[in-house]
């Protein structure tokens, strides 16, 4: 019984999860290449892109309330899973599209809004179709077919002509994977007794070559796929399995490099099939791993643990004040990082990988 309850806490401490990312705070905006434009961004995923999907959902995976945005415009909590801005956001921002990216269940969401991008992202999805139902979450599944109706809607907007090339030159960003291992595999008893960590990172992977598959048929051209992070690393990871000196979890980290490998192959494999698209694997495992092994080259001060509450375990629900200097923090909450961690990532994405998508 004390194990059970044991499980049962880390779950609901556990499944908000989505791992972290994403730019350095710079002055400039990326200006894309000269031969390439980006009229939109497109993003599906879990938490860390979530942008208040979730917030008139049935799930405790929600954040829509102080101190969460409290450096978002205006300190408002908009159910984005952190202090500001999240990396998808961050994308528009840099790319000069707008200053942030909408939910597309946005009650005030403006027809406008479509031309230029909208986040489909749920807080505690996966690709595995469990761990979005455990977490009454937004399955890859269900985002598919609010993309589908978001195209319904485009072409009224604009025509089929002018929105299938809406579609064709946006850029499509996927980040999601981590409630997958966190939760759903490590912290649930659904899957181990029918897949070991090779097998279950190979349905991981099959789920997210079906899904950029699925993206290509509607018209996707240019899609980043992101690496998982490493998850061990995570404030609440290195509370639950880290030992008395609370250091990154290994196993949690070997097995996102695992799957952050096929994953790698599988898009190389797509865009020898799809030669027309422009197919991106990119690697946040390192950059991250960097940041946190190396706070002060980024100006940090803290990388184990969060700036709400205690910075051991808080997050959604359970995170109810904020530290008092949160540019100090690598983390906000004890999954998600601050909106500086994200700007430093987002950043570093465009420089290394923009090119890609020509």
Known sequence: MQFLCLKLFQFFLCFTISLPFLACIVAAIINPPKNITIPAVIVFGDSIVDAGNNNNLQTI??????????DFMGGKPTGRFSDGKVPSDLLAEELGIKAVLPAYLDPSLQDQDLLTGV????????????????ASALSLTDQLELFREYITKLKKIAGDEKSSEILKESL?????????ITNTYFLTPFRQPHYDVPSYTELQVSYASSFVQD???????????????????????????????????????QVAQSFNEKLSH????????????????????????????????????IADKGCCGTGFFEVGFLCKFACANVSEYVFWDSFHPTEKTYRLLVHQFLEQYLKSFI
């Open 215 to 253: 993206l290509f048929e509607l018209g996707a051209r240019r899609i980043g796929v992101f690496s998982l992070p490493p998850i061990g690393c995570l404030p609440f990871q290195r509370t639950l399995r880290g030992g008395f000196q609370r250091k990154c979890a290994d196993e949690y980290n």
């Open 119 to 134: 986040n489909f992202a749920s807080g505690a999805s996966g690709y595995d179709p469990l761990t979005s139902k455990i």
């Open 61 to 70: 995976a929600k954040c829509n309330f102080y101190p969460y945005g409290i």
């Open 172 to 180: 499509i960003v996927l980040i999601t994977g981590s409630n997958d």
């Open 266 to 301: 599988e898009m190389t494999s797509l865009n020898k099939r799809f030669p027309d698209a422009q197919l991106v694997y990119v690697d946040i495992y390192n950059p991250t791993l960097d940041i946190v092994n190396n706070p002060q080259k980024y100006g940090f001060k």
